[in-house]
């Protein structure tokens, strides 16, 4: 049986113990509910309706979602290969040059003398900087250096000097 059927078989019985009660015109009551049935119904419908709506709708966006993931682990692929590529062909002096630019463009090292060398690949850092926190950061930027296999950090962290009264 049906909810339907089962909603208008519960009304009818509520309808026919009423009317043996002596309660108020079954014909009334009958129509009341035949119409609470007809409302529920339509509900029902809709429910379903928009149910089946959203399911397609889920299913477009799975693909869709899909078809992003695949796109990304191809971008990072080809990424992850001109990585390999750069470090592979970078010398010395390219080293150099790209530390040296991280380091001028890194605004929390900005305005402290870090100099960069750079032999086989691997680059040694050194200056002053007033933290302990910078010299990490210097070595961070380096290190973040694509083609940089190694970086020996000799940044000292030298506080500054308090001001004379």
């Known amino acids: 049986m049906s909810a339907h059927e089962s909603l208008r078989a519960t009304a009818f019985t509520a309808i ?9 015109d079954p014909e009334e009551q009958l129509s009341a509910a035949s ?11 809709e429910a379903k309706q928009r149910v089946e709506s ?3 709708d889920l299913e477009r966006a799975r693909e869709e979602l899909a078809d992003a993931v ?4 191809e971008s990072e692929d080809r990424l992850t290969a001109a990585k ?10 390219y080293l150099f ?3 040296q630019t991280a380091l001028l463009a890194e605004p929390e090292l900005e305005g402290h003398a ?4 750079v032999q086989d690949r691997v680059v040694t850092l050194e200056g002053s900087v007033p933290t302990i926190a910078l010299r990490k950061k210097a070595g961070a930027v380096a290190t973040g250096t694509l083609g940089v296999e190694r970086v020996e950090n000799a940044v000292t962290v030298e506080p500054p000097a308090a001001a004379a009264p």
Do not use: F, W
């Not at 113990?17 to 002596?22: D, E, F, Q, R, S």
């Open 54 to 56: 959203e399911e397609e």
């Open 84 to 93: 390999r590529q750069l470090a592979e062909i970078a010398d010395d002096t």
């Open 16 to 24: 026919l113990l009423l009317a043996a009660c002596g309660g108020p």
């Open 97 to 99: 040059r790209a530390v």
């Open 114 to 117: 870090i100099a960069a060398r």
């Open 70 to 73: 695949k796109a990304l682990e």
């Open 35 to 45: 119409q609470r049935v007809a409302e529920a119904e339509a509900g029902v419908e």
